[in-house]
C-alpha cells in the first residue's frame, strides 16, 4: 500500500508539473479568469484527462477514475479561476513576495487536491474492486 500510495503521489506531482508548466502556451494562460475563453477549461481538461491513467493503477472501477478526475477538472478549474480574478483585480509583479506568497497559496491548494486524491486511493485499495 505504501508504494503505490508513494507512486501515485509522484506520478500525480509530475503530472502537475507538466499540465501546469510545460503544457500551458500563452493562449491557455490568458483565457483563465475569463468564464468565455477556452483556456481555462483546456488546462483543467489537461490535468482530468492526464489523471485518469495515474489512477488506473490503484482504482479499476471506471465509474471512480470518471469521478475523481472530473472532481480534479472542477477543483482544479476553480482553483485558477479565483487565482486570476485576484490577480487581475490586484496585480503582483513576479519580483514582488505578494506574488511568490500567492503562487505557493496557488499551488499548495493543487497539491491538497492530490493529498485528496490519494487519500481516496488509499480507501479505494481495499474497497472497491
Known amino acids: 500500500m505504501t508504494m503505490l ?20 502556451p500563452e493562449w491557455i494562460i ?7 475563453k477556452p483556456g481555462a477549461y483546456v488546462h483543467a481538461g489537461i490535468h482530468a484527462v492526464a489523471t485518469a491513467p495515474i489512477l488506473l493503477v490503484a482504482i479499476t472501477d471506471p465509474t ?12 482544479h478549474f476553480l482553483i485558477d ?8 483585480r490586484q496585480p ?3 519580483n514582488t513576495r505578494s506574488f511568490w506568497i500567492l503562487h505557493g497559496i496557488d499551488q499548495l491548494a493543487h497539491h491538497l487536491t492530490y493529498s485528496a486524491i490519494l487519500a481516496i486511493v488509499a480507501w479505494g485499495a481495499d474497497i472497491i474492486p
Open 81 to 88: 479561476h479565483l487565482k486570476a480574478i485576484h490577480g487581475q
Open 30 to 36: 490568458a483565457g483563465k479568469g475569463n468564464f468565455k
Open 64 to 75: 471512480w477514475i470518471f469521478a475523481i478526475a472530473s472532481g480534479e477538472f472542477l477543483i
Open 5 to 24: 500510495l508513494l507512486t501515485t503521489l509522484i506520478w500525480l506531482q509530475t503530472k502537475h508539473f507538466m499540465a501546469d508548466y510545460v503544457l500551458q
Open 92 to 94: 503582483h509583479p513576479v
